[in-house]
């Protein structure tokens, strides 16, 4: 191989034919590194058993591809991360190039690779340029006594640091995950200022909100870092994770769990979200064997309940990572301290769970999450996650986390105990997430869903429960200058709903339904009529006995979609006072009007197809 392969290779990792320069470059890199292991086993060197001259051309190949303009054009992404393998290779083989200007050339060429968009397949491009990144610091980076050279370690990481503001998604996510690559030689007394340029990288701002990829991997990079300088509780912060900054790694982690961003791809916060979990999982994992005493119970709390809190989300993905994490913790070897109610989740997560169950399916993971319900403590995190998987799009996750809900609520119908836990917990995360389409519309309706099933029958005994009229407060708060048709929607289900509930309630409802009635959305009008409909048939006593029949039929016979929106609101007008309900007064508009009647595109079938998303 030393004598006759590499010799008939080297000219090939320049010629003209791109494949077989390509397979050429891998195959020396691979080559060397062999024989220097090879010559590791006979206490030699690799020069021992490769001639000067070969090695001095295969660590010219990645200049002289430069030179020839073969680091552009078609074979672009052939030739970059074979040289950065290159690159990689020869530094694991310990080549004698200390302070050679060469080194400067390699690392010109992964820096440039890290920067530059080349193919799909630009991830698996820029963990070579990171491997070879890692191993050239490993080698040509340290001095004698094992520390950094100091200009190069402040010239290396301040230039890596600057990238981290690059408009580039890319570019910004191959300089955070190389930052993450570097060995502990290079981190020491610079901890600092990676972890501060890394958690910044993290936050969402206006400018960089699309940039999930690179939150993504700062939370990796971040926890990688953690890993190679270890944690020392009275240890110096600019060396290693202590009681200094450990506080600020758990915070940045807990705050990455809230990452719910979304574009034209989906959920990209469900990326953040899932190097999340593992960060937390892993510092806490590190902090316990380092030092018991570096356990605050605050964060080991949070720890739990994000975990929890994914596990019970909507996308597979998440709750996979989300529930392996939970059983890691859960059966963490020292035990991890601060876990509330540890022996009950212990026994409804049994060891062998591990192995066994399947969180991706929701028929699987939705019955195992329900008892942990019944754990104050778990139920405001557990109750929010499935809030968006029990009123989310997806048929087969809403129906079986739907009815996996369903059937916890009715084993606790008749504790009131449970159902006041539950009811204020949703009245909680209702509160908390006011206006927020992302948790409000799927939370109407499941509320929808859960007082159609009987779930609350017991708390309509008692007349204006309190459960129902803040209910019924949030629902008009949600609604309060919505246009938004599906939010509308859900909205009105929960109306008819709370009719189940006697009392002035009923009377707000009705005002809250004949308001919709007169919306200036015609799908909203039919659908308030439709459902005010079924509704008067469940409830016959809501309406005067002489009334019902005039006030069904004009609800069946009325063309509600109608055009004519003032026509139809005089009707509505009319149903009033049938049913003995005050009339909605339209508040007028403290704005000029911008466009003339008859053109407000709000209310045009367009705009109402449009929003509909159809």
């Given at each position: ?283 806490t994992s590190q902090a316990l064997n380092a030092d018991a005493s570096l356990m605050q119970q605050e964060y080991c709390e949070k720890t739990i309940f994000s975990v929890l809190h994914q596990a019970g989300e909507k996308i ?194 009705l005002f809250q339904l004949l308001v919709l009635l007169g919306h200036k959305y015609p799908k909203v009008r039919k659908n308030t009529a439709n459902q005010l409909y079924e509704m008067l048939i469940t409830y016959e006593d ?73």
């Open positions: 191989m030393a004598k006759t392969i590499l010799p008939m290779l080297l000219p090939l990792c320049t010629g003209m034919d791109l494949s077989t320069r390509y397979g050429a470059i891998l195959s020396c890199g691979q080559i060397v590194h062999a024989l220097h292991k090879l010559a590791l086993e006979k206490n030699q060197s690799i020069t021992d058993l490769v001639d000067k001259d070969i090695l001095e051309g295969l660590a010219k190949v990645p200049e002289k591809l430069e030179a020839a303009q073969l680091y552009r054009g078609i074979g672009a992404d052939y030739m970059r991360p074979a040289a950065c393998s290159l690159i990689e290779k020869l530094s694991l083989s310990k080549l004698p190039l200390h302070g050679s200007p060469t080194i400067s050339v390699w690392q010109t060429t992964l820096d440039d690779t890290l920067k530059v968009l080349l193919a799909d397949y630009q991830v698996a491009i820029q963990d070579n340029a990171i491997a070879g990144f890692a191993a050239l610091c490993n080698e040509y980076y340290r001095t004698e006594e094992g520390t950094a050279l100091p200009d190069i370690q402040d010239t290396v990481i301040d230039s890596y640091l600057r990238q981290l503001q690059n408009d580039m998604v890319y570019a910004r996510c191959g300089f955070i995950l190389a930052l993450g690559a570097l060995p502990k030689f290079m981190i020491a007394g610079k901890l600092k200022k990676l972890l501060s340029g890394l958690i910044q990288a993290t936050k969402i701002t206006v400018k960089d909100i699309s940039m999930a990829e690179a939150r993504r991997d700062a939370i990796k990079s971040i926890t990688r870092i953690c890993s190679t300088v270890g944690i020392e509780k009275g240890g110096s912060p600019d060396c290693v994770i202590c009681e200094d900054n450990i506080s600020s790694v758990y915070d940045t982690f807990l705050q990455a769990m809230e990452d719910y961003t979304t574009d034209r791809r989906g959920d990209v916060g469900t990326w953040v979200r899932e190097a999340a979990v593992v960060g937390l999982a892993e510092i597979d993905r998440a709750r996979v990572v989300a529930g392996e994490t939970l059983l890691r913790l859960l059966y963490h070897d020292p035990p991890i301290p601060y876990i509330p109610h540890r022996e009950e989740l212990l026994n409804l997560f049994p060891e062998k769970d591990k192995e066994t169950l399947n969180w991706a399916s929701a028929a699987e993971c939705y019955p195992k999450l329900m008892p942990v319900l019944s754990l104050k403590t778990y139920t405001y995190p557990v109750l929010l996650g499935l809030t968006v998987s029990v009123g989310g799009l997806t048929e087969s996750l809403v129906k079986h986390s739907s009815h996996s809900l369903n059937t916890y609520m009715l084993k606790i119908s008749d504790n009131e105990e449970g159902l006041k836990a539950i009811s204020d917990t949703l009245l909680t995360i209702f509160n908390n997430y006011i206006k927020v389409d992302r948790v409000s519309l799927p939370l109407l309706k499941m509320l929808d869903f859960l007082l159609g099933s009987g779930c609350f029958e017991l708390f309509t005994q008692e007349e204006d429960h309190p459960f129902s009229l803040a209910l019924l407060d949030l629902c008009k708060k949600e609604i309060a200058k919505c246009g938004d048709p599906q939010k509308l929607l859900a909205a009105i289900g929960v109306f008819c709903q709370l009719v189940q509930f006697s009392g002035t309630i009923r009377g707000k409802v809501i309406v005067a006995e002489e009334n019902l029949d005039e006030v069904m039929t004009i609800l069946s016979e009325t063309t509600w979609d109608d055009d004519n929106l003032e026509g139809i609101r005089g009707v509505r007008n009319q149903l009033c006072d049938l049913m003995g309900v005050k009339k909605p007064v339209a508040k007028a508009s403290t704005k000029p009007k911008q466009e003339k009647a008859g053109e407000d595109r709000m209310s045009s079938y367009a705009d109402l197809v449009g929003r509909l998303g159809y």
